[in-house]
């Protein structure tokens, strides 16, 4: 219960750091010490085949990753510039962002867009992986996106149910 404890505090957190940064303003000190080391960090040619808004970053960019599942219900990707000042910070678990992921993409480029999944499950006999994330449908239905994977790690498809649906051993109620 203490983990549990301590990571819905930092995810409680969250609106109050990111209200402390300005984006072109903050530098990457400043995100470093309002939410500490990124899950990941991605060069700006990683993120190149990205197909969000705004995610490309100039040359000399990076993104750092914010992961905040299990628990929480979203994940941040923010922008530091060549210049070492923020230039974006995205919460991405969004129902935006989902329509986004389309049949035939690689599993590299969703991991990319979307963060590090709360659950990666493989079905062997279906030649399936599934990755599915925890996300705040507005204004505050709890619902889980999950990104279904073919065997060549392509997207097959996606589905979005409400997480109350979801028995506790992992299937439909």
């Known amino acids: 219960m203490g983990l549990l404890s301590f990571v819905l505090g930092l995810v409680g957190c969250d609106p109050q750091r990111i209200a ?19 899950e990941k960090i991605w060069d700006a040619a990683d993120m190149a085949d990205t197909p969000l808004p ?16 299990p628990q929480g219900q ?5 922008t530091i510039g060549a210049d070492g000042r923020m230039s974006a910070l995205r919460q991405v678990l969004t129902p935006q962002n989902f329509e986004k992921v389309l049949p035939g993409m690689r599993m590299e480029q969703v991991r990319k867009m979307l963060g590090k999944p709360m659950k990666i499950t493989p079905y062997a006999l279906k030649q399936e992986t599934h990755y599915d994330w925890r996300y705040l449908n507005p204004p505050s239905t709890a619902r889980i996106f999950t990104v279904v994977f073919d065997a060549d790690l392509k997207v097959k498809g996606t589905a979005s149910v409400d997480e ?10």
Do not use: C, H, K, W
């Not at 109350?164 to 109620?173: L, Q």
């Open 20 to 38: 402390e940064l300005e984006e072109g303003v903050s530098t990457e000190a400043d995100v470093r010490a309002r939410f500490g080391e990124p």
């Open 54 to 69: 705004g995610v490309t970053a100039a040359p000399g960019a990076r993104t750092f990753e914010y992961n905040r599942q």
């Open 74 to 78: 979203v994940n941040y990707m923010i």
């Open 164 to 173: 109350e649906s979801i028995s506790p051993s992992g299937g439909t109620r």
